[in-house]
């Protein structure tokens, strides 16, 4: 199994910054294993959706319309950790957002739900107007 944890949520004024972090711990085998990590949100009322996802070996990224230019994906593979920078934060960008890891070896970017076997707990983004 694989635990991921996400940190780095807060509340902060439209325009401001945040950076998250998705640290991932577990057996050795299931680590290697993923090839993609990516982030989700989900807003109080609608259904979770595809922010961000990064190739764990080739560093290719795909990134939602809404936050090109805005948000940067990135990982450190020593240290098993993702990164997600938030800068020009805007209220719509307030939710729970959360990591999720892709095991599928081999396979391209996925922007779907489904795709993603592990899931962290999710941490709070608020941004205040």
């Known amino acids: 199994q694989v635990q991921l944890v996400e940190s780095g949520g807060g509340l902060v004024q439209a325009g401001g910054s945040l950076r998250l972090s998705c640290a991932a711990s577990?057996?050795?085998?299931?680590?290697?294993?993923?090839?993609?990590m990516g982030w989700f949100r989900q807003a109080p009322g609608k259904e979770r959706e595809f922010v961000s996802v990064?190739?764990?070996?080739?560093?290719?990224?795909l990134y939602t319309d809404s936050v090109k230019g805005r948000f940067t994906i990135s990982r450190d593979n020593a240290e098993r950790t993702m990164y997600l920078q938030m800068n020009s934060l805007k209220p719509e960008d307030t939710a729970v957002y959360y990591c999720?890891?892709?095991?599928?070896?081999?396979?391209?970017?996925?922007?779907?739900?489904?795709?993603?076997?592990?899931w962290g707990q999710g941490t709070q983004v608020t941004v205040s107007s």
């Open positions: 990064i190739n764990w070996h080739s560093g290719e990224t």
């Open positions: 999720g890891a892709d095991d599928r070896l081999g396979r391209s970017l996925s922007s779907e739900l489904g795709e993603y076997t592990y």
């Open positions: 577990g057996r050795t085998a299931n680590i290697f294993n993923i090839h993609a």
